[in-house]
């Protein structure tokens, strides 16, 4: 093995922490507590799993969470209800709706129905819209997260060939989108795309966002390249990501491991993005590079 191994584990402790500075240092200047509110419908185990660690990681760095279990049979209605309420509430400064929804809910419906100016999940088409016109909005989390990795890791990115292997609307799509800001050269891969190998094979940089256990293979990979693997894969062997990481490592520069890679930064940027919301709410100014 050659590759450094990218730690997203101690990095997003490192940025939760200096959120957590940034919280109090917006309670000691007379502001309200940054909120956020996490609505769980059903039992998934997955989603509580991530549901209670997001509510863990808001309490610790200072925020206020409110969280709202609803049972699995619960009508589109009633959680239309309950976002209206969260939209109007001045102490919720984030609102996330932890998917999947049960099939007699229309997630879209739903996500739409967020104020896009409280959608830290970013999933909102206006904070989509931003995001491809260059204005200020939420950036979806977990994309964010792999370019911050990637510019600790490159420091500038401009000029680079980027793959992005995966075109869903809440990694791949916005993932092209920040590494075009970042002035790459971006190429999106997905199910359709012919000469995966080859395509891959160009980048200086590999973010994979699939859902296919190890699918990218070693050989694929430009001696030197970064590797970003988002995928998490629950197998029999435990968490995979989507890149065959042992043969990957032995010719990136660097690479993400999964789990303890992109996944720790998700709930990170999550608070990120609460915190800029709340600030943007309460008139108070943020030093974002700081961030
Ligand atoms: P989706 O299933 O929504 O999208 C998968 C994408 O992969 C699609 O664009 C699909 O192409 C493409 N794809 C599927 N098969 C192939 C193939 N054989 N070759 C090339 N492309 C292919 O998944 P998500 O984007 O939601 O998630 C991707 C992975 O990231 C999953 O493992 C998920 O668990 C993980 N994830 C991790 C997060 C984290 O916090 N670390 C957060 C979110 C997701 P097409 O569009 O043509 O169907």
Redesign the pocket.
């Known amino acids: 093995m050659s590759a450094q191994i990218i730690d997203g584990k101690a990095f997003a402790a490192a940025l939760r922490g200096r959120i957590a500075t940034k919280v109090a240092a917006l309670r000691d200047a007379g502001g309200r507590a940054p909120g956020l509110a996490v609505v769980l419908v059903g039992e998934d185990p997955a989603s509580a799993v991530y549901v209670r660690n997001k509510h863990k990681a808001t309490i610790a760095a200072g925020m206020a969470s409110f969280e709202y279990r609803l049972p699995a049979d619960t009508e589109q209605d009633e959680l239309l209800t309950l976002v209206a309420s969260l939209n109007a509430d001045p102490a919720v400064d984030g609102i996330l709706v932890q998917l999947p929804l049960p099939p007699q809910i229309d997630a879209d419906t739903v996500l739409m129905a967020i104020d896009p100016d409280k959608d830290v999940d970013g999933f909102h088409p206006v904070n989509a819209g931003r995001l491809a016109t260059g204005l200020p909005g939420f950036v979806p989390c ?1 994309p964010y997260g792999c370019v911050m990795l990637l510019k600790d890791q490159l420091g500038d990115l401009a000029g680079l060939d980027a793959v992005v ?4 609307n ?3 799509k916005p993932m092209a989108q920040l590494l075009i800001a970042e002035s790459c050269t971006v190429t999106v ?5 012919r000469d ?1 190998p080859g395509i891959v094979h160009r980048a200086d940089i590999v973010v994979a ?4 256990p190890e ?1 990218i293979k070693g050989e694929w990979i430009k001696p030197g390249a970064v590797v970003i693997d ?4 629950r197998t029999d062997d435990g968490l995979i990501g ?1 890149v065959d990481f042992n043969g990957a490592a032995s010719v990136a520069s660097a690479i993400t491991p999964v789990p303890g890679g ?2 720790p930064m ?1 709930i990170a940027c999550l608070l990120r993005n609460t915190l800029i919301s709340a600030s943007r709410r309460q008139g108070v100014a943020l030093d974002l590079a700081e961030l």
Do not use: E, P, Y
């Open positions: 977990t292997i995966g075109r869903s809440i990694v791949g891969a997905h199910s359709k795309t995966l966002a699939v859902g296919r699918m988002v995928g998490i894969n989507d992109v996944g998700t």
